[in-house]
């Protein structure tokens, strides 16, 4: 789309107008800014040319992490990306960091006097330990209702088009351009991808996008020892702001002093195609005595165990082995009924501490082959393959509790997973993706039909 320029004479109306609020007072575990953007000019505005700057200090974080948690325009549609500001932007300790939004290609149009609505984001340290805002530019603790706000300043196509930049400057033609943000591609259909951008277990985005960590009874593993306390999201395996899910299971070989802990879809979402995780398996634990038959797993499930199309896919990693065999081992499983134990395996002798890229891909025909790293381990025939729906799930278990004593913890991380519905996608296609969607600062992707 053709501007006819890209800043308002002092007669006009500008080009963009960006209201604020917020709901969380100067001191708080998590930022939650609101923002508006509304089309105050005489034109069409493509919200993919729209960026926008939210500044706030980084303080002694070493990392910061955003979210975005409501939006009629679909989160899958906002890049958030947490940027350290140049010298020539910052002018004074409020802010040396500025939350960027921008849109993708799918978010649409502003047509004249048309609003985006609401845009519900979230900033919180990597680290969780408690935000100060009372020194963050962008933040007003008062701004409690949607107020015009010109600490938060918008751009289109990389000229200042609203508010006012640290360093005092204002649109105008005085205001030189800046390199405009590429903007991001909308995300192809049937695509799911999360980067496990939250603050923690109890984070809203959470629920949002779709997941929930488990607490409470039921197996596998020692029961009554499921908590959600165990999931957090530390850096991930690039650093640099960049965040993991992870799995914590601790014991001191007592039933009372377990924990287990399990990450799982909310609601079924996978059957042909290919699912992706770049997992972190642990061959030792974090802390306390090695031994331990630890389960660290990956799998798809049918939500009713008594489904007559029951459907299962596992990754087993078990390090120090179970079941009654030595390890390392890692199970490869495909289950059609749960109740009877029917199922075929691949076991495989496998060291797999550290990262791996974990694939399961069911072709049209059936076929379920498992790969790591690129290498094939395992295909079952069609008899098989999932025949429903079935949730994504991360777990981190005990087996068994072959010895008491000094406490334990095991930790299992995951930087990313990807699901392209109903087609095969190789490895290396799917880590483009992945690094595109990364480079963009988009965090979450949800365009599998609705169900």
């Known amino acids: ?42 034109q069409t505005v493509d919200l993919s040319d729209v960026t926008l700057r939210y ?30 500001a140049a010298p020539s932007d910052a002018a004074g300790p409020d802010a040396d960091h500025y939350l960027q939004i921008g849109f993708t290609a799918a978010a649409g149009t502003l ?15 990597v680290d969780h330990e408690k935000l100060n805002q ?31 930049e640290p360093n005092g400057r204002t649109p105008g033609p005085s205001s030189p ?43 596998p593993g020692v029961k009554g020892s499921w908590s959600k306390d165990g999931v957090s999201f530390p850096a991930g395996e690039k650093g640099d702001g960049d965040q993991a899910l992870q799995l914590r299971a601790a014991t001191d070989g007592t039933t009372r002093g377990t924990l287990q802990s399990e990450f799982h879809r909310t609601r079924p979402t996978v059957l042909t195609g290919t699912l992706v995780a770049r997992v972190y398996f642990s061959d030792k634990p974090t802390n306390g005595s090695d031994g331990d038959h630890i389960s660290e797993s990956f799998f798809t499930i049918s939500p009713d165990h008594a489904s007559s199309r029951y459907s299962e896919l596992d990754y087993e990693y078990m390090p120090n082995g179970g079941w ?36 399961i891909t069911t072709a049209q025909d059936g076929a379920t082959t498992y790969s790591v790293d690129g290498q094939r381990l395992f295909t079952n025939s069609s008899s098989y393959s999932p025949r429903e729906h079935m ?9 068994d509790l072959p010895f008491k004593g000094v406490s334990r913890t095991w930790d299992m991380r995951v930087d990313w997973l990807y ?5 095969a996608v190789s490895v290396d296609n799917v880590q483009k993706t992945v690094a595109g969607f990364t480079a963009a600062g988009t965090n979450f992707v949800n365009t599998l039909p609705k169900r």
């Open 324 to 359: 009654g065999r030595l390890g390392p081992r890692l199970d490869t499983t495909s289950w059609r009924s749960s109740e009877r134990g029917d199922r075929v395996t691949g076991s495989h002798g496998l060291k797999l501490g550290g990262w791996h890229t974990m694939v």
């Open 1 to 42: 789309m053709l501007y006819s320029k890209w800043w308002s004479d002092t007669s006009e109306p500008p080009v963009l107008t960006v209201r604020y609020r917020t709901s969380t007072p100067a001191t708080t575990a998590l930022a939650k800014p609101w923002l508006e953007v509304i089309n105050t000019s005489r």
């Open 177 to 219: 351009a800046r390199t405009p943000r590429q903007a991001a591609d909308a995300p192809g259909s049937g695509i799911l991808f999360d980067d496990f951008d939250y603050a923690g277990p109890e984070d809203p985005a959470l629920a949002v996008n779709g997941w929930e960590a488990r607490s409470g009874e039921g197996g």
């Open 111 to 125: 047509a004249r006097g048309r609003s985006s609505e609401g845009i519900g984001l979230q900033l919180y340290r």
């Open 55 to 84: 500044y706030y200090t980084a303080d002694d974080a070493p990392a910061y992490g955003s979210n975005c948690v409501q939006t009629s325009i679909g989160c899958s549609n906002v890049t958030l990306r947490t940027l350290k």
């Open 134 to 164: 009372v020194n963050d530019r962008s933040f007003k603790s008062a701004d409690v209702t949607y107020t015009p706000s010109k600490l938060v300043t918008a751009y289109v196509r990389g000229a200042l088009v609203w508010g006012q």
């Open 391 to 399: 949730s994504v799930n991360f777990s981190t278990w005990f087996i």
């Open 419 to 423: 699901y392209q519905s109903g087609r």
